[in-house]
Structure formats: structure tokens, C-alpha cells
């Protein structure tokens, strides 16, 4: 479902991400991981078509990011570090003009609607302004606007982030249930959340994979846990 060749992006003299490729496919859940600064936004934003890459491309449910970028935005559902709202929207104003941005009318848009607020337990700030929600519901309305199209693809940057251990425990079965049809990118700096969801993990540095595997082969390799290998990995590649 996911096809990454060669990706590259910098920011003038930094280079964000150099040269990265791998594939995914259907029930795969990858956590992306790597230090602050390491080129997973960046690569996730190049993915969702928000950022153009420098080189290289990628394909998703089998269209170019490049030269179909719309039936690629079609295809994912993408939860951004800061998950942008309208604040003086209401939850539910704001759900529906998402559906209307991606053309989800009539009985479809309520019924898509009723699934995301169930689904992602925001039934109790639906008539809430946006910006009156802490950042927990603030971060479930977000996963809620990623998932309204019932998208085959999830690219989830921090998808657990703001949430008390309950919420996160929450998000992580849903991403388990969803896992079975769909495809997904996480992007987290919490390592049992790795092993609670993931299938497969990618570890970047200064924009370069580091190691491509499953929690169990890498635990098994460095008979040490995600934490201890992270930083062994990482350790000497942080950004200065």
C-alpha cells in the first residue's frame, strides 16, 4: 500500500531526510521512530502530500505523491503533530465540514460522523468549541477528522499524545482493531506503545533509517529492550 524510494527533503543547509526507502503493506502498523529532530515529520508531511520532496517520491494505494497528489490525500487519513483546527468551531461543525471538504454528504456524512465521535469517545465535547477542549480531546477530535473517510491508509504523527493513560490505552485497541484492514504509520516517542501496536519499526537519525524490524527481531539481536537500543542507536546521531 505504502511504496517510499529515495525520499529527500532539506531546509536549506539541513538536510531533513536523505534518501529513505520502504515499503508497507495492508495490516502492517509501523512505528517511526527516532530523537527530536531526526526527519519523521518531514517525512510524514511528504507523505500526506503536505511538503514536496526535494527527490525521490512515494506511492500510496498505488498513486504517485508527485503526480496524483489528490487521489493520494483521497486514500489517507493523516493526524498531524498539532492536529490544526478552527477553535471557534464546535466539535461537531467541525466534523462535518471535514466531511464536506472530502465530499461526504447526506445520510453517509451522518453516519460517518456518529462512527468517528463513538469511535474516538468525544461524545460528550460534540457541542464544544474547539478551543475549550483540553489537549487530549483536542487530540481525539483530530484522530476523529483522520478517520471520517474511513480511509485505507492512517498516517498518525504523536497519535497518543496529550492523552491520560486511559485515553492512550483506548487509542491503542482502536489502532489494533483498525490494523486488520488498513495500513498505518505511527510516529511516537513511546516505546511500549511500539510494542503495544506495532508490527514492524523503522528508526531514523538525521534523516537516514537506522534500522528497519520488528520490536521482537530487535530485542532479540541486542537481547535489550526498545529503550536501551534506542539510545544505543541514537545516542551519537542527535541533532547538535
Avoid: W
Amino acid at each position: 500500500m505504502i511504496k517510499v524510494k529515495d525520499l529527500r527533503r532539506s531546509f536549506g543547509s539541513i538536510v531533513a531526510v536523505d534518501g529513505i526507502s520502504f515499503e508497507l503493506g495492508k495490516g502492517e502498523v509501523l512505528g517511526f521512530l527516532g530523537p527530536n529532530g531526526a526527519g519523521k515529520s518531514t517525512a510524514m508531511k511528504m507523505l500526506a502530500c503536505f511538503l514536496e520532496p526535494d527527490s525521490g517520491t512515494a506511492e500510496i494505494c498505488g498513486a504517485d505523491i508527485l503526480t496524483d497528489p489528490m487521489k493520494v490525500r483521497q486514500s489517507i487519513g493523516y493526524l498531524a503533530e498539532s492536529a490544526p483546527a478552527y477553535g471557534e468551531m464546535t466539535v461537531g461543525a467541525f466534523l462535518k465540514f471535514i466531511c464536506d471538504a472530502r465530499g461526504i454528504k447526506g445520510r453517509a456524512r451522518m453516519e460517518a460522523i456518529d462512527r468517528v465521535v463513538k469511535l474516538c469517545a468525544i461524545e460528550s465535547v460534540y457541542h464544544q468549541s474547539i478551543e475549550t477542549l483540553s489537549k487530549g480531546y483536542h487530540r481525539r477530535v483530530g484522530l476523529a477528522q483522520a478517520l471520517i473517510h474511513d480511509p485505507e491508509v492512517l498516517i498518525l504523527d504523536e497519535p497518543t499524545d496529550g492523552l491520560d493513560p486511559n485515553q492512550k490505552h483506548d487509542v491503542r485497541l482502536l489502532i489494533q482493531k483498525m490494523a486488520k484492514e488498513k495500513c498505518i504509520i505511527i510516529s511516537t516517542h513511546i516505546l511500549e506503545e511500539v510494542e503495544a501496536v506495532c508490527t514492524r519499526m523503522i528508526i531514523i537519525a538525521r534523516g537516514k533509517i537506522l534500522v528497519d524490524s520488528t520490536p521482537k527481531e530487535l530485542k532479540q539481536k541486542h537481547q535489550a529492550n526498545l529503550d536501551e537500543i534506542f539510545r544505543k542507536l541514537t545516542e551519537h546521531r542527535k541533532i547538535a
